[in-house]
């Protein structure tokens, strides 16, 4: 039996028997729809033989386009058309084509517009294509969930001669051509019995399709286009990217062991950001919870701005967030624009958010919400507010488990008297209004470019100890410089360092010059409104505080002058989002008489000039609520102590100076 290339030629006897027990051994293995005729000179050729070559070569071309994938190569979107709120809507399908699971080509070569009520138009093609209307409803009165999709369908036509094949025969008329259409036609949905609205079924089937990655038996044979939601023949809403899928590899993206298809992760996106969109501008202007519109949450998606907002709680001004579950750990962030899609595409592969899991799971989701900035307004935002990034508290006041334990203290002990002592809290206040202001910025704009929709985006995090900020040397001043300077010979004349500032800058380079001014400029630094009165705040404080570390750096360099790299060093040093919040809890403990001791400027003097108020605040902030009061006693006396730095060193934790 010999073997040209794959082609085995049964030549006698033996070769058909030694065929046949490769066969019955599977070591051949026979494909019943991959048979073709074998022509030869002087065969006697029938219809069924020219009939079996061509299906062979359809059967071929069906499995290369299933390598391809289902789904859509281009075009078929679907819209609607005229009469959309009333019984009798349009759809309008757009020209394109696509592959069926089974692959067969489907094509729309026009635009078609199709009105709901005449889909499907004959009784006869339901049967031939397997589509079966609800018990008791017709095209007119028709209610539920349907698929709108395309199936390949052929008929013949072009009556031909048929001539006899024997002597007696006679000669008939057969039609002569096979036509290949596309076939527009609505599959109903299988769908659960209850009563729900239409958004709430419309999340229910999201959560099926994208996160139970239910795959409905009746869709195998068609190419899904649109689901729709019809009550009574109107339609309620017409949701593309529920079904619609694009061709290609179904390549998966997953950082567990259940991996999603990336077209389902990608139509996911689209199809919640659809829902979205469906949603009353007065609602999402207004803010709601995710679990009102929808089950489940992918990865990665848009969110309403207005669910974030500044509300003062234990007399801070705190922001919160409304959208997610309160047992969800929230952090605000400014990205660059042009980096929105890479983070998009990182955080794509990641497990999606259900909304209705257990509490224990929810406490372990971490979300970072994201408003796109340019870069320009990222390095300006980086100045006036030190940091991009900012913790998000749950709005709902009867959150318990996430409350820290100085604010459940408080509640617990003065529910009456919340707020801190206003000559203690410039510095927070002033640098949250800033954050207040920036955040406002951005949602005004974002609002005027999406009409009135302003949206943020939320990712969902990684557990990992990585961060997404992007870190950089400042180039230019924020804002108007010359306001910045003003501000700046403002405070350090009222700390009567106007002299010693001047010969401080003017021996440094001009990007640490420009670091410099915007450092002391930052809002937790401001001037207090009761430096005046000898009387000084936590943000006079830091900012003494700042001065004196520039000094002593300056004092290290001698005549070479402040470097840029110690300016960024001290602004690291004081770049902590809570620094200041251990000073402000120690003087609301205090005694009277302590917290006017801690507040002159003597105290305050010897803090700053020792270096460790960093060290100190953070101190502070670890210590129990019970130990505060004591802790600003000590501080007290080490400040008026005549050797204060080193007690003030031993206060924050820290060895002697050698």
């Not at 889909?119 to 079966?132: C, I, M």
């Not at 709430?200 to 089937?205: E, F, I, M």
């Not at 006079?540 to 840029?564: I, K, N, Q």
Request: net charge negative; charged share 20%.
């Amino acid at each position: 039996m010999p073997i040209s290339d794959s082609e085995i030629t049964i030549r006698d006897a033996q070769d058909d028997v030694r065929l046949q027990a490769q066969l019955a051994a599977g070591a051949l293995l026979v494909d019943p729809g991959r048979r073709r005729p074998f022509y030869f000179d002087g065969r006697f050729l029938t219809a069924d033989d020219l009939t079996a070559d061509q299906d062979y070569i359809r059967a071929r071309q069906s499995g290369l386009a299933q390598a391809l994938g289902a789904g859509v190569i281009r075009g078929l979107r679907v819209g609607l058309g005229t009469q959309a709120a009333s019984n009798s809507p349009t759809l309008v399908i757009e020209p394109g084509i696509g592959i069926t699971p089974s692959g067969d080509l489907v094509q729309v070569g026009t635009a078609q517009t199709l009105s709901l009520g005449a889909l499907p138009q004959a009784a006869q093609l339901d049967a031939q294509l397997g589509v079966k209307l609800l018990p008791a409803a017709g095209s007119a009165n028709r209610s539920g969930l349907f698929v709108l999709a395309l199936r390949p369908v052929e008929f013949s036509s072009t009556p031909t001669a048929a001539y006899p094949t024997s002597l007696d025969g006679q000669r008939t008329v057969r039609d002569g051509d096979i036509v290949e259409a596309t076939a527009v036609t609505l599959i109903p949905y299988p769908d659960r019995a209850g009563v729900e609205d239409a958004n709430a079924r419309r999340s229910r089937v999201a959560r099926e399709i994208f996160f139970d990655a239910q795959r409905p038996g009746v869709l195998q044979d068609a190419l899904p286009l649109a689901m729709l939601c019809l009550d009574g023949g109107a339609l309620r809403w017409l949701d593309v990217h529920m079904v619609r899928r694009e061709v290609g590899a179904e390549s998966t993206l997953s950082a567990g062991l259940a991996p999603r298809p990336r077209a389902l992760l990608e139509a996911w996106l689209q199809q919640h950001q659809a829902q979205l969109d469906d949603v009353d501008t007065a609602t999402l202007q207004a803010g709601f919870a995710a679990a009102r519109q929808f089950e489940v949450l992918p990865p990665v998606g848009p969110m309403p701005a207005s669910t974030l907002r500044f509300e003062t709680q234990l007399g801070a001004l705190t922001l919160l967030q409304s959208y997610f579950p309160p047992l969800v750990d929230c952090e605000f962030a400014f990205v660059p624009s042009d980096e929105l899609a890479a983070l998009v595409q990182e955080s794509l592969a990641l497990p999606p958010i259900d909304l209705r899991a257990a509490d224990a799971e929810l406490d372990h989701l971490s979300i970072l919400v994201v408003a796109p900035v340019t870069r320009q307004e990222l390095e300006a935002l980086k100045r006036s507010l030190l940091s991009v990034r900012r913790p998000l508290r749950s709005a709902s006041a009867a959150l318990v488990a996430k409350r820290s334990p100085l604010e459940s203290l408080l509640r617990l002990s003065q529910p009456d008297s919340l707020a801190r002592p206003q000559v203690m809290d410039a510095a927070p206040d002033a640098l949250a209004q800033a954050w207040q202001r920036a955040i406002e910025a951005v949602r005004t704009r974002l609002a005027a470019n999406q009409g009135g929709r302003a949206t943020f985006w939320y990712l969902r995090k990684r557990h990992l100890p990585y961060t997404a900020e992007i870190s950089s040397a400042t180039l230019r001043l924020a804002g108007n410089a010359r306001a910045l300077d003003q501000e700046v010979a403002a405070r350090v004349a009222a700390d009567g360092l106007a002299e010693r500032f001047g010969g401080l800058v003017a021996a440094m380079p001009t990007l640490a010059r420009a670091e410099a001014v915007n450092l002391l400029a930052a809002p937790r630094l401001a001037l207090s409104p009761t430096a005046t009165n000898q009387v000084l705040a936590t943000s006079d404080l830091l900012r003494r505080s700042v001065f004196a570390a520039l000094a002593r750096r300056a004092d290290a360099r001698g005549e070479e002058g402040v470097a840029h790299e110690d300016v960024l060093e001290v602004a690291r040093e004081f770049g902590d989002p809570r620094l200041g919040e251990g000073f402000d809890a120690a003087a609301q403990a205090a005694e009277p008489e302590v917290r006017k001791d801690l507040q002159a400027p003597e105290a305050v003097q010897a803090v700053a000039d020792s270096g460790v108020a960093p060290q100190i605040d953070r101190a502070l902030r670890e210590l129990p609520t019970t130990q505060h009061a004591a802790f600003a006693l000590r501080l007290r006396d080490a400040a008026l102590d005549p050797d204060a730095a080193a007690r003030l060193r031993e206060l924050a934790g820290l060895k002697p100076e050698q």
